[in-house]
């Protein structure tokens, strides 16, 4: 008789209920042990995490300008268009200049007259210029003496008036025979050096004014605008053309006053353009003004990020998302944000142990909005629930 045929049907049934009961107990505890352990559960371990701040903005040059003339015109041609690159002291426009030609024309002549005359006055007298004197100082001469004569005769008024008249002719021729006899004066000299410097003085103020008839870039860059065309007449300082240096590229933004105690000068940045969506450029606040102004009701202070847009084709005006790191550390202990808890004012964790599941209470740090660092309270490798 085997074992089967000896149990009576009472304690076969006690024997399937039993097993069946230990069966549903099993069951139980790893329905209520398995998902908590390794669906819900999270491992404390080390690594880096950084806390950003988020801000948009546009990028700009960090060297442009608008550039204008000081003086009106009409348009006589337009060298460069816009998307042209240019370097220094290239031509962009040129208004009509014939007046301003012909003024540096009249300037130059007469610097050249003005350097003649010193030239003569320094230069060795000639024979005929001596003899001129001469001849002048002897007329003079011998009209003083008749005049003298005349007077003496007959000593009328208008006698007397002849007289002093060729009294004074004779002053000067003789001073003129001394002149060309024994050169001129230092004074004399230093009056015609004066009238070059005056001269020359006319010549850069002609050229000057000719090239206002010209705008020119004052630095290597690209032309984003030209506001003109040949023919037009435009007026003294009338915006005409806008360059910017397209090689040194920055972004302004604005950054809340909620987290602008925290950003400052050097910190690293991610940016990203709607431009080139999916393309990550690394860059660096290189400027955040102390000023506060408002934007859209919410108080802000203006930042100057600069960046590396490598081989992509940045221009001013893209938009721009950036992520400020305002702290950055390296190998610390992180849970995930869903394993906290509040326990009162403080934080706490649900530590997965066998035997030993108890909430922790824990000193957290730095959180990314996805992990938190922790402080003090748990170890590395540590389970935790995630709620």
């Keep these: 008789m085997n074992l089967l045929t000896r149990l009576t049907p009472r304690r076969l049934a006690l024997g399937i209920a039993t097993v069946g009961v230990a069966a549903a107990v099993v069951a139980i505890l790893l329905a209520a042990t398995s998902p908590r352990t390794l669906a819900n559960a999270a491992t404390a371990r080390r690594g880096d995490i950084s806390a950003t701040v988020s801000a948009t903005g546009k990028v700009q040059s960090r060297k442009g300008a608008k550039l204008a003339l000081p003086q009106s015109g009409i348009v006589a041609s337009v060298s460069k268009m816009e998307g042209d690159d240019v370097n220094a002291g290239d031509v962009i426009l040129s208004l009509r200049a014939d007046d301003a030609n012909r003024r540096v024309q009249q300037a130059q002549l007469n610097l050249q007259n003005r350097q003649l005359d010193l030239a003569r006055a320094k230069g060795a007298p000639r024979d005929e210029d001596i003899e001129i004197a001469r001849a002048n100082l002897q007329k003079a001469t011998a009209a003083a003496a008749a005049a003298e004569a005349n007077y003496t005769a007959s000593p009328t008024t208008q006698n007397d008036t002849v007289r002093q008249v060729t009294r004074a002719d004779l002053d000067i021729a003789k001073a003129n025979f001394n ?134 084709k940045v221009r001013p005006g893209m938009g721009a998302t950036m992520k400020i790191r305002t702290i950055e550390k390296k190998s610390v202990l992180l849970v995930p944000n869903r394993a906290l808890k509040n326990v009162g004012t403080r934080k706490a964790v649900h530590v997965l142990a066998p035997g030993q599941e108890r909430d922790v209470i824990v000193e957290t740090g730095v959180t990314d909005g996805n992990e938190t660092e922790i402080v003090s309270g748990l170890n590395e490798g540590d389970q935790v629930l995630v709620q």
């Excluded at 003085?201 to 605008?225: C, H, K």
């Excluded at 009338?238 to 909620?258: G, H, W, Y």
């Design 179 to 312: 002149r060309v006899v024994n050169g001129p004066s230092k004074e004399e000299l230093d009056a015609l050096q004066n009238a070059i410097t005056a001269a020359q003085l006319d010549v850069d103020a002609a050229r000057n004014s000719l090239a206002q008839t010209r705008l020119i870039a004052p630095y290597n860059s690209t032309v984003l605008e030209v506001n003109v065309r040949e023919g037009e007449l435009v007026g003294g300082f009338s915006p005409l053309a806008v360059i910017a240096d397209l090689t040194a590229l920055q972004i302004a933004t604005e950054i809340d006053e909620i987290d602008v105690a925290h950003a400052q000068v050097g910190q690293t940045v991610q940016v990203r353009f709607d431009a080139f969506p999916g393309e990550q450029f690394e860059g660096k606040v290189t400027r955040l003004f102390p000023a506060a102004s408002t934007q859209r009701g919410t108080t802000v202070y203006s930042a100057v990020v600069e960046f590396n847009p490598g081989a992509f």
